[in-house]
């Protein structure tokens, strides 16, 4: 490549530190309660934005089931936040299963009173079925197209056990525990700038561990096997092998985000597993551009940022506009803004150099 | 809380009528899989917005018996030449750039899904609409063990008839030669003198009108949402891929998907029957990728 700044590593690891600084820097400039809790969640959302980013732009798997590890995550915190209000002695059930007729607490809720076993849960379930769910579909070889049916699929039936388990779950209504989260002894207030530290250290430190790993050679080969499967295999690279670990990770890392969201909204119900929301997750990342992590958080905080402001008279349009953007994008900005991003950079560079015409 | 409160026990009668609500089902899921059949058939196009062709259906069926006081049987082919334009002009404008690339479809066509369903809801409003049920099909039939409504038996019935025309305009037409031919291999196709844009076109086209005629059938059993093509587009597209992306695979994947969502339904409940099904095909898909019955088609 001839200078293309985009393309510089040493400019890019800049460019991550200074807007993750900058985030950083926002409890200074804006101290609402509200408009703090407002930009953790844009946080959050940008940590699934970059969990598709990863899955989708370096690994070439199309997975619209994100929202899975999202509302697992999110679900085993609930657990975990709704037990730590719960007394063992005079209050040990949650309301909402006393409505539905439970005497007792039921099996699988009782791990959660341990709030470090609920967060492993909530870290490792959704994990471990990534784990199993991806090793089931690429060990068999299957792609593209048949991985966005069978993920998209997937999601609906667990959308239905969730909606469905009304005494394990609460249905519809969803859990909201009381409190706040609670950690080593002190109260996370979700208002305050403490979470959206919290949050903010998350997403620096996954997007900076996944931009880590993509440089190395694992990252390599990952992103040969997004180009030309066969290529990989015919190369002699186990190609199910890697889309399963890759596909493990965005798991992970989705999961983490469900984790967070529930800390920050004190709420989880089915909507998090939803079709609707997976795909959103989706489109940011096209968006902002999925073969970059930044653009996926660009393209997450921009559009959030967007419908949060777009005001009531654009919120009838808000949709269609979404819809316009995205077939728009799809259609003729594949790599999303910061695929465009990367052109502008490349006509600045490349009227230096006049020399590479021609080579 | 025990197992028993989740697990219908076994009682003949009431089991062989969720037999036959089964069937009702399957010509629900096979109506709705047909167009997307022909469509992912013919085109390897993955339409995510055919959930909205059925919804349009259902709001143009909506608007000509509301406005225009047109008869029900009669709305039906009306519906079928309306959606079947509107399907065009999205081949035209919006599909026929993508055709070689199926992920960007899906997703170029769920942004359009998106404009779909946010528009009608911007023209309607969100609260439901209802199509009428004409007054010869209002009846309930009660046998022994069968408890079904009038709509769903013409349900049944047009699902066999529409079957029998597509598998006829399929395979005992020139004009099913040559999808058929587009189909196996486009590029021969066209270099034997069939002009395989046009094929595409009217192929997409006869999807969207297939999903247009299913949304006035469902119109009239269930309300009318601006969303409520989303319930659909899973479960169709899970009629065509188990089925093995053909016609005669769709009619066994709708009839087996059908009458198992139906018992799983009595044993649980709806919900739990759809999350035990759709588990089953993806066990189903990893096994055995290509579905049920597979024609000689090209490697997608």
Redesign the interface.
């Known amino acids: 490549m001839n200078g293309n700044l985009y393309h510089n590593r040493k400019a890019q690891w800049a460019v991550y530190i200074t807007v993750f600084a900058l985030l950083a820097l926002l409890p200074t400039y804006y101290d609402n309660p509200f408009t703090l809790n407002q930009f953790a969640r844009y946080i959050v959302f940008s940590i699934t934005a970059v969990s598709v980013s990863l899955v989708w732009g370096y690994g070439g798997i199309?997975s619209l089931g994100q929202g899975i590890a999202f509302g697992m995550g999110a679900y085993a915190m609930g657990a975990t936040m709704q037990m730590q209000y719960q007394d063992p002695e005079s209050d040990p059930i949650p309301t909402f299963m006393l409505t539905n007729?439970?005497e007792t607490l039921?099996l699988v809720w009782e791990p959660f009173w341990s709030t470090p076993i609920g967060l492993a849960l909530a870290i490792g379930l959704p994990t471990f079925f990534f784990l199993v769910?991806g090793w089931?579909?690429f060990?068999?070889?299957?792609a593209?197209?048949?991985v966005?049916?069978?993920t998209?699929?997937?999601l609906?039936?667990?959308y239905?056990?969730v909606?469905?388990?009304q005494?394990f779950t609460a249905g519809f209504n969803g859990i909201s525990p009381p409190m706040p989260f609670e950690i080593f002894g002190t109260q996370i207030d979700p208002y305050s700038a403490t979470s959206y530290w919290i949050c903010l250290a998350f997403l620096t430190v996954l997007t900076l561990g996944t931009k880590l790993l993509l440089h190395t050679k694992f990252g390599l080969i990952v992103q040969a096997m997004r180009d030309d499967p066969e290529r990989a295999r015919f190369l002699g690279y186990n190609v199910a092998y890697y889309q399963t670990v890759l596909f493990t990770l965005s798991g992970f890392i989705a999961a983490w985000a469900g984790i967070l969201w529930v800390m920050i909204v004190q709420f989880v119900s089915p909507t998090s597993m939803e079709?609707m929301l997976s795909?959103s997750f989706?489109?940011w990342a096209?968006v902002g551009g999925r073969t970059s992590l930044l653009g996926a958080i660009m393209g997450a905080f921009l559009i959030n940022l967007g419908q949060s402001y777009a005001g009531d008279a654009f919120q009838?349009?808000?949709?269609?506009i979404?819809?316009?953007?995205?077939?728009a994008i799809?259609?003729f900005l594949?790599k999303g803004l910061a695929g465009l991003f990367e052109i502008i950079l490349g006509k600045l560079s490349g009227q230096n150099s006049k020399a590479n015409q021609g080579a | 809380m025990s197992v028993h409160d989740f697990w219908t026990p076994f009682a003949l009668l009431p089991f062989l009528n969720s037999l036959f609500i089964g069937i009702s089902l399957a010509s629900i899921f096979f109506i709705a899989a047909l167009g997307l059949t022909i469509i992912y058939g013919a085109m390897g196009v993955i339409n995510m917005a055919h959930g909205e062709f059925i919804m349009l259906g259902a709001y143009t069926t909506y608007v000509l018996q509301t406005f225009f006081g047109i008869p029900f049987l009669i709305c039906l082919p009306l519906v079928f030449i309306a959606i079947a334009l509107i399907g065009l002009a999205i081949e035209r404008g919006l599909i026929r750039t993508l055709y070689q690339r199926p992920l960007d479809t899906l997703l170029a066509t769920w942004g359009l899904s998106l404009i779909l369903i946010q528009g009608i809801r911007l023209i309607f409003g969100g609260e439901p609409k209802y199509v009428g049920v004409p007054k010869w099909l209002d009846f309930q039939i009660e046998a022994t063990f069968i408890h079904l409504s009038g709509v769903r038996l013409f349900i049944i019935i047009f699902a066999v008839a529409i079957g029998a025309i597509t598998w006829f305009l399929m395979y005992r037409t020139t004009l099913g030669i040559r999808v058929r031919a587009v189909m196996q291999d486009k590029e021969m196709a066209a270099s034997f003198g069939i002009d395989a844009n046009r094929i595409y076109s009217l192929t997409f086209a006869y999807g969207a009108g297939l999903a247009g005629m299913a949304g006035t059938l469902f119109g009239a059993l269930k309300t009318l949402f601006p969303d409520m093509g989303s319930g659909y587009i899973v479960e169709a597209f899970l009629v065509v891929v188990v089925g093995g992306v053909g016609l005669v695979g769709s009619m066994f994947s709708s009839g087996i998907l059908g009458e198992l969502s139906s018992i799983f339904s009595y044993f649980t409940n709806d919900t739990f029957a759809r999350f035990i099904l759709f588990t089953l095909i993806v066990v189903f898909l990893r096994f055995r990728p290509q579905g049920l019955i597979t024609e000689g088609t090209t490697r997608r």
Request: proline share 6%.
């Open positions: 199309l007729e439970l039921p769910f089931m579909m060990q068999a070889r299957v593209g197209v048949f966005a049916i069978m998209l699929a997937m609906a039936a667990w239905s056990v909606y469905d388990m005494p079709i795909i989706v489109i096209a009838a349009y808000w949709l269609i979404i819809g316009i953007v995205f077939i799809v259609l594949p």
